[in-house]
């Protein structure tokens, strides 16, 4: 939190109700660093970070990455019932507070695509990315959701295809490609690389 910036925003104002706006600050709990039980985005940026790292030249360790994007999928498939928009209301059932829950394209781009960007010439790494597409899209709530994994999965595909050179790599991935478009609408088959 920068100081000056706004902590909250209501529909009323308030500077001449100082008691309530004690009341309504000291609701808010501020510390360094951050918990995961309490943010599960940092979770996922932590586990994300573990991924990179592991594939960092000077660590080369793929099976982590790999371990982190099973993990992701069990995950995301959760992730995919949280409403990006939750609405907490009063005895009266009026709204008080609107919490927004990060985007799954959002999600994708900040978590998983660092993954993808830093593991493009691994071909286990873009199989299990692959796989994450599928299982994705096999837990797909709306057709936004759909959409938004259909893209990503043509990310990791567009990847795939521009820093995989090895035959026997490609007829692998196209197998994994092949599984993942049992999950696409027909005008969303993804091509093969």
């Avoid at 309530?20 to 918990?35: A, K, P, R, S, T």
């Avoid at 005895?91 to 609107?98: A, F, M, N, S, Y």
């Avoid at 799954?104 to 830093?118: A, K, S």
Wanted: charged share 20%; net charge negative; aromatic share 8%.
């Amino acid at each position: 939190m920068l100081a000056g910036m706004p902590l909250c925003m209501g529909n009323r104002d308030l500077s001449d109700q100082p008691e309530l706006v004690d009341q309504i600050q000291n609701h808010f709990v501020f510390f360094e660093g951050q918990l995961i039980k309490n943010n599960y985005i940092f979770g996922f940026r932590q586990l994300s970070e573990v991924a990179v790292k592991a594939l960092s030249p000077g660590i080369n360790d793929p099976a982590t990455a790999i371990s982190v994007l099973d993990h992701f999928g069990v995950l995301m498939r959760e992730y995919l019932n949280v409403p990006e928009y939750q609405s907490l209301l009063d005895q009266d059932q009026r709204i008080r507070l609107v919490i927004r829950h990060m985007a799954l394209n959002e999600m994708l781009h900040r978590i998983i695509q660092p993954i993808l960007f830093y593991g493009r010439q691994d071909v286990s790494v873009l199989e299990r990315l692959i796989w994450l597409s599928q299982t994705l899209l096999a837990a797909c709530q709306t057709e936004e959701q759909q959409i938004t994994v259909h893209e990503f999965g043509n990310i990791v595909v567009s990847y795939a295809r521009e820093s995989i050179t090895q035959s026997s790599d490609r007829i692998w991935l196209n197998h994994q490609i092949k599984l993942l478009n049992v999950y696409c609408n027909p005008d969303q088959v993804l091509e093969y690389i």
